[in-house]
């Protein structure tokens, strides 16, 4: 239970000073202005290939785009821009986004967020969808793992005011990539990766197996 406390008090001190000293705070207007998903529109193409037409991939290790929120997709883009996120196949647009200027790369992400999130299936495995549901609902207090709806809500939506990502429908590849490079501190981008480091670290193989396939399937 203590060991908890010090978890809990701990992330809000990581909060505490996101907000007040985030480099890219200063990128983005305070109250966050919304992009024109149209202009973006006619910036994407060079991403579909990979993150589909309508931001909705085809390969299970490619993340989808569409639907996530605009301020999360930003912020994102800003860290590949600046060499802070890296990603072999990401690399081949980082001179593409270098060339945007910040407005462009807000208004891709409004594109996306425009768009609509293709549902997911999950595995239809009754123990991994148990361990799934749990530890997603409420996470396990003994290895201070929280609950991820806390962040990303019941269904997996995120918070779009706090730049929170959605995870409902999302690849379950990417998922489990990603979860294990939190885990492995290779996602590093930001202060904000620095959250999911701390809980990533305290989660089994199989549990990030059962997380990516009950995300995956989550929808409202
Ligand atoms: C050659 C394939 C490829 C292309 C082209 C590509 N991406 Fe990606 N993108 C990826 C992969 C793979 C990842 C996951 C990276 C990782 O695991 O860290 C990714 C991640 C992202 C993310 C982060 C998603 C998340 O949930 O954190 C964003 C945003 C993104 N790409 C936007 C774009 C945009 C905008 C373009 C076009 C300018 C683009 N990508 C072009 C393959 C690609
Ligand atoms: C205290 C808030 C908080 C909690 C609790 C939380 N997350 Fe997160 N999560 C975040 C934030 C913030 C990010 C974005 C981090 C970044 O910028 O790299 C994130 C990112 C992620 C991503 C990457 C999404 C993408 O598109 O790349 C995954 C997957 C994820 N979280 C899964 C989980 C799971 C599973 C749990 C529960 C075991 C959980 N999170 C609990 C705040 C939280």
């Known amino acids: 239970m203590k060991s908890f406390l010090v978890f809990i008090v701990s992330f809000s001190i990581i909060f505490t000073i996101n907000a007040e000293d985030s480099s890219h705070s200063e990128d983005m ?20 290939s990979c993150h589909g037409a309508d931001g909705n991939s085809i390969s299970s290790d490619w993340p989808k785009l569409a639907g996530q929120n605009q ?14 996120r890296n990603n072999a196949l990401m690399m081949s647009v980082v001179p593409y986004l270098q060339s945007l200027q910040d407005s462009d790369i807000l208004d891709i992400a ?29 996470g396990n207090m003994k290895k201070a793992i929280p609950a991820c709806t806390a962040c990303h809500s019941v269904y997996g939506n995120g918070n779009s005011l706090a730049g929170f990502p959605a995870l409902a429908g999302q690849q379950v590849g990417y998922l489990t990539s990603t979860l294990k490079a939190y885990r492995s ?36």
Request: with cysteine; glycine share 10%; aromatic share 12%.
């Open 71 to 84: 301020r999360y997709l930003y912020e994102q883009l800003q860290y590949f821009k600046a060499g802070e």
């Open 185 to 220: 501190k290779e996602r590093n981008a930001g202060e904000q990766a620095l959250v999911m480091q701390s809980i990533a670290q305290n989660l089994s193989d199989e549990e990030i197996d059962a997380l990516a396939n009950y995300m995956h399937g989550l929808y409202k």
């Open 29 to 48: 207007p305070h109250g966050f202005k919304s992009g024109d998903a149209q202009k973006g529109s006619a910036l994407v193409g060079v991403c579909a």
């Open 110 to 138: 409004a594109f996306y967020e425009s768009q609509v999130m293709s549902g997911g299936q999950a595995k239809d495995d009754e123990e991994l969808l148990e361990m799934g549901s749990m530890l997603y609902r409420f």
